[in-house]
Structures are given as structure tokens and as C-alpha cells.
């Protein structure tokens, strides 16, 4: 099978199964609320009765955006003009390739590691409903979904912290990379020298971070389809299989992570702003919001389901 029919294939199985990205969204729904909630809250005392009300139905006050990091704490820290639209995304694809992470507010952090755990529990289900348990597309029903869940969690557990282990050794290689060319660069005089060494290190970073998840992605249709035990067997087979298919598995995983920064350009352009003043913007913001959430666990989950037919193929 090619990448391309796999391709197809992933998203014909992923529209049979569309349950599970309302069931995934929900999730998602129910782990954010509480911190929206608080920041709400804590928001609404920042503002009192003052003026800035007004102000922010007409767009983003910075002056009091800094006033209000200047005592802030927790959660409502991490709130800004970045926020917007897009903005998040970018926010944390930063933090990702530059491990940064762990350096949000451990309130997040806490949530951010309860989510994974969730996710690690839940993916077993989803990759054997795409189609890749031993008896075609899994057991019918919630049981059998959630049979599938238990059986794979604690070895999906297993891998992560082997791909923790992963990315922390490239973290730790990319800041002394960057590092050595900071001071390989200080004599440097030609701007675009020193902006293509760069390039070139970070394209070499997110090389490897996508390798890992890639490799990894494959390690977890393993344990489903082959029932592999140990996490260094699954995590080898899968460095085997992208190791012998190297292109149509990394061209598999870039046209979908292509489709989905498509589509954070769509919610970018279409997406409300700040200056929601009625109860009907505030809903339509919302509507919006989580239909991108929806459109990106879809594309998750297709490409889960087409690495599924790609490795089965």
C-alpha cells in the first residue's frame, strides 16, 4: 500500500468512526472548563467596575494587560494577546521544539500530564476502532472500546516515558547547539550567515522531535496489531518500519500536519475577536473555537487511522 492510499484509507476508516472525536472532544471540554472557569474569574476581579471594560469590547488594552502580569500568578499568567486566534498554537509549537513546556505554571503542567495520562488510556481503544486490532476494526460497543483501552495503556505508558527520555536528550542537544553557534557567531559581521546556521539548526531539531513522534506513532499501532509487550520491542519495530520507509512515512505525517496548518490559517482568518460585547458573539467565538478543536482531534485521528492502514498495508 502507498502512503497516498493509506492516506485515503485513514480518513474513510475516521468517518466511520466519528464517535470517538465527539468523544475525544468532550474530554477535552471537561479537563478545560475548571481552568476557564478560574481565569474567568480571576479576570472579572482584575477588571472590577474600572473603565477597561469599555475599553476591551473595542479591542486588547495592553496597558492593562501589563498591569495585570505585573502581580499575576498561576494561570492567569499565561494570558495575553497571544491567546488569540491562532496565536496559542504558535505559543506552544515554541515551547515544543524549544522544551519549554515544563515552564508553565504547574497548575498546568499537573493538567497538562493528566491529559496525556487520559490520552495514553484512550488511544488504545482509538487505534484498535481505526482498524488496526486482530479482529478487523475491534469489538463492538463501549465494551469492547474500552477493553481495548486497558489492555494497551500501562505499555503506552512505558513508551512515553521512552520518548520522554528521547525528546529530553534532543532538548538538551539543542541548547548546546545553539549555544555553540551563539558563540561561533559573534564575529560573524553577514546577517543572513549567521540566519541560515540557525535555520538550519532548528530544521535539524524539528527533524528529529517529528522522527520521535513519528517512530513512536507506529511503536503504539504495534502493541495494538501485534500485541508487543516490551517498550523497547514496540519502539524498535517502529524505528524499523520508518527506518525501511523512511519518505512515505514523514511524507504521511507532513500532508496531514500541512492540512492542519491550512486549517489554523482558516480559524485564523474566520476566527472572532476580542471585541465581543453581546452574548451572541461571545457564543458564535465559542462555536468556532471548538469546531477548530473538533477539525484538529479529526486530523489527529485520521492520521492515527492512516499510519494504521500504512503499517497493516
Known amino acids: 500500500m502507498t502512503w497516498i492510499n493509506a492516506l485515503v484509507n485513514g480518513f474513510a476508516r475516521l468517518a466511520r468512526a466519528w464517535k470517538m472525536v465527539l468523544l475525544l ?18 479576570l472579572d476581579a482584575s477588571l ?56 508553565l505554571p504547574p497548575l498546568l503542567v499537573g493538567a497538562g500530564l493528566v491529559y496525556a495520562v487520559i490520552w495514553a488510556f ?23 472500546f474500552f477493553g481495548a483501552c486497558g489492555r494497551s495503556f500501562f505499555r503506552f505508558l512505558r513508551l512515553a516515558l521512552l520518548s520522554g527520555v528521547l525528546y529530553y536528550l ?12 551563539s558563540d561561533s557567531m559573534r564575529d560573524v559581521t553577514v546577517e543572513r550567515t549567521a540566519l541560515a546556521w540557525t535555520f538550519v539548526g532548528l530544521a535539524v531539531i524539528v527533524l528529529l522531535l517529528t522522527v520521535i513522534r513519528v517512530v513512536f506513532d507506529y511503536a503504539k499501532i504495534a502493541v495494538v496489531t501485534e500485541g508487543r509487550r516490551s517498550a523497547l520491542g514496540a519502539a ?24 492542519g496548518l491550512l486549517l489554523l490559517a482558516l480559524y485564523a482568518a474566520i476566527a472572532p475577536g476580542p471585541g465581543q460585547g453581546t452574548w451572541l458573539g461571545v457564543i458564535l467565538a465559542f462555536l468556532v473555537g471548538q469546531l477548530a478543536l473538533a477539525s484538529k ?16 498495508g
Open 236 to 259: 524498535w519495530r517502529g524505528l524499523s518500519f520508518v527506518g525501511s520507509r523512511p519518505v512515505g512515512t514523514l511524507l504521511l505525517y507532513g500532508v496531514v500536519t500541512f492540512g
Open 25 to 42: 472532544w468532550l474530554v477535552n471540554v471537561a479537563l478545560a472548563a475548571p481552568f476557564a472557569v478560574a481565569l474567568a474569574s480571576d
Open 170 to 181: 534532543v532538548y538538551r542537544l539543542a541548547r548546546a547547539g545553539f549555544g555553540w553557534l
Open 122 to 144: 484512550l488511544l488504545g481503544g482509538v487505534i484498535e476502532r481505526l482498524g488496526a486490532g486482530p479482529h478487523g476494526a475491534g469489538a463492538p460497543g463501549a465494551a469492547g
Open 297 to 312: 482531534l479529526a486530523l489527529r485521528l485520521g492520521l492515527l487511522g492512516s499510519e494504521t492502514a500504512y503499517f497493516r
Open 48 to 103: 472590577g467596575k474600572s473603565r477597561v471594560h469599555e475599553s476591551l469590547l473595542e479591542g486588547f488594552d495592553m496597558g492593562w494587560q501589563g498591569e495585570l502580569q505585573e502581580d499575576a500568578s498561576g494561570i492567569v499568567s499565561t494570558f495575553g494577546p497571544e491567546l488569540l486566534r491562532g496565536g496559542a498554537f504558535f505559543e506552544n509549537l515554541e515551547r515544543w521544539w524549544k522544551g519549554d513546556l515544563l515552564s
